[in-house]
């Protein structure tokens, strides 16, 4: 079955630390897809990456860099230089291939990220 | 531009009494969803749709229904609310082509209080 697990429930850090947020995820799947969304203090659901299964390469985008490992079924998240802004709940999820009419997605519970001035 | 929009954003609503939240998107995506964001339970899917008329169930669906008469609007009605249904709403879209799954995009959210 599908899992996602979010360890961490809630991380301080310090405003300028580097911060890793992680994910594993569980599927029987080869073909599948991981993302990440943010969720800030306003509420709203931001999509942040999306990655497939035969994609390890890892993605840098500006502060915000992914680490997949298909051997250890994780999908970390890594922030650099990390910024009051980046204060959020952060959900890593996985869709598999559809087998259903849907694409189904399973979330993760959240990583909470408090980044103190 | 939004792509998709929620409404209303928040609403009190007394127990017993139906609900409907509305969920409208311009992306002419196939793919809509309502999910239920909760303390401790992150996100569940309530209900689905895969296209005009048609809808499935989630996996939290008892005590919910659907309707999609319009490819741009999804409707979530609580028939009789209860306490236990306060939340918040989140409407997602999906669209589907050659490059499966691009991932939802999510409205902004009701947030439902049942009194």
């Known amino acids: 079955a599908q899992k996602v697990t979010q360890a961490q429930t809630e991380i301080s850090v310090v405003e300028k630390e580097d911060v890793t947020l992680d994910c594993v995820y569980e599927?029987?799947?080869?073909?599948?897809?991981l993302f990440w969304y943010k969720q800030p203090p306003s509420g709203e659901l931001v999509f942040l990456i999306r990655?497939?299964?035969?994609?390890?390469q890892n993605e840098i985008s500006g502060r915000y860099s992914w680490n997949f490992q298909k051997s250890t079924s994780s999908f970390n998240f890594t922030i650099t230089a990390s910024q009051v802004v980046d204060s959020a709940v952060y959900f890593c999820?996985?869709?598999?291939?559809?087998?259903?009419?849907?694409?189904?997605?399973?979330f993760g519970p959240g990583t909470s990220l408090s980044v103190i001035p | 531009d939004a792509g998709i929009t929620q409404s209303p954003r928040h609403k009190v609503t007394e127990t017993g009494t139906p609900v409907t939240l509305r969920c409208h998107q311009t992306?002419?995506?196939?793919?809509m969803y309502w999910y239920r964001q909760d303390p401790g339970h992150g996100l569940r899917l309530i209900h689905y749709?895969?296209?005009?008329?048609?809808?499935d169930k989630g996996e939290v669906s008892d005590g919910y229904s659907v309707s999609r008469s319009k490819t741009e609007d999804f409707l979530l009605t609580l028939e009789s609310a209860t306490s236990s249904q306060t939340s918040v709403y989140f409407c997602?879209?999906?669209?589907?082509?050659?490059?499966?799954?691009?991932?939802?995009?999510f409205g902004s959210g009701t947030r439902l209080t049942v009194v």
């Open positions: 997602a879209i999906s669209g589907t082509g050659t490059d499966y799954n691009y991932g939802y995009t």
């Open positions: 599927t029987r799947d080869t073909t599948y897809y």
């Open positions: 990655r497939n299964s035969f994609d390890e």
């Open positions: 999820a996985l869709s598999e291939r559809a087998k259903t009419s849907y694409d189904k997605v399973i």
């Open positions: 992306e002419n995506h196939r793919y």
């Open positions: 749709s895969y296209g005009v008329k048609d809808t």
